[in-house]
């Protein structure tokens, strides 16, 4: 079936630091892959998408490429600020496997940036 | 301003007492889910509806039950909750597109998320 791994957490940079938060995922299909956040006490929100292989997703300073070979959606951001501090989550969406259109999620990442 | 809204958004109670937690969308979208997340393990579907009384079962349906009667309301029904539902729940809303056909790529929007403890 289909899955989504994520590196372990709490990943903890300073401000300006280059950030990198690894995803690998497995899937029957063709998938479309997602970033989204959590910041404190609020729900989630999509921070960037790829709907095909080479596919880079940006927003906000964040950056993912799709990588079919790897099997890969690595989050990155060049220079992290403190309001980045979050819990990240890849995600991915394969309607070949069933009907559901659920996102499958990895178990997130914690980011704490300090000053 | 587009949104999904739950109620309640925290909520206590013990072993067998029913409960509902409701949750409304007002950007006309079809599709509506809910999730569970718990540490170390993402979020997981419970339900899932395609359209108004159209519903169905995700990856983690036990002890749960769920309506749509209308398209902006998709209520998260535990008629007898226990400890293990104790849980942080979100519900999500997402459009079918043009063509009426959910597409793997179509954003889904998330509530603000119920922390439910049962003692």
């Known amino acids: 079936g289909n899955s989504v791994t994520q590196m372990e957490g709490p990943v903890t940079l300073s401000e300006e630091a280059f950030l990198t938060i690894n995803c690998t995922y497995t899937?029957?299909?063709?998938?479309?892959l997602f970033w989204y956040v959590q910041y404190p006490g609020e729900g989630l929100q999509l921070l960037l998408k790829?709907?095909?292989?080479?596919d880079k997703g940006s927003n906000k300073g964040f950056e993912a490429t799709y990588r079919k070979e790897t099997t890969s959606f690595h989050l990155e951001k060049g220079s992290v600020q403190v309001s980045d501090s979050a819990v990240y989550f890849c995600a991915l969406s394969d309607p070949s496997e069933d009907s559901s259109y659920k996102l499958i999620f990895g178990s997130g990442t914690r980011l704490l940036v300090r000053p | 301003e587009a949104q999904v809204t739950q109620n309640p958004r925290y909520l206590i109670t013990v072993t067998g007492k029913k409960l509902t937690v409701t949750c409304s969308q007002n950007?006309?979208?079809?599709?509506m889910s809910w999730y569970r997340q718990d540490p170390g393990l993402g979020l997981r579907q419970i339900y899932y509806s395609m359209n108004v009384e159209v519903t169905d079962k995700g990856d983690v349906p036990e002890g749960y039950k769920v309506s749509r009667k209308e398209k902006r309301n998709f209520p998260l029904i535990l008629e007898s909750p226990s400890p293990n539902q104790t849980s942080l729940y979100f519900c999500?809303?997402?459009?079918?597109?043009?063509?009426?056909?959910?597409?793997?790529?179509?954003?889904?929007?998330f509530g603000p998320g119920t922390r439910l403890t049962v003692l």
């Open positions: 950007m006309n979208h079809e599709y």
């Open positions: 790829a709907t095909k292989a080479d």
């Open positions: 999500a809303s997402s459009s079918l597109g043009s063509r009426g056909l959910m597409s793997s790529y179509n954003e889904q929007f």
């Open positions: 899937a029957t299909g063709y998938p479309s």
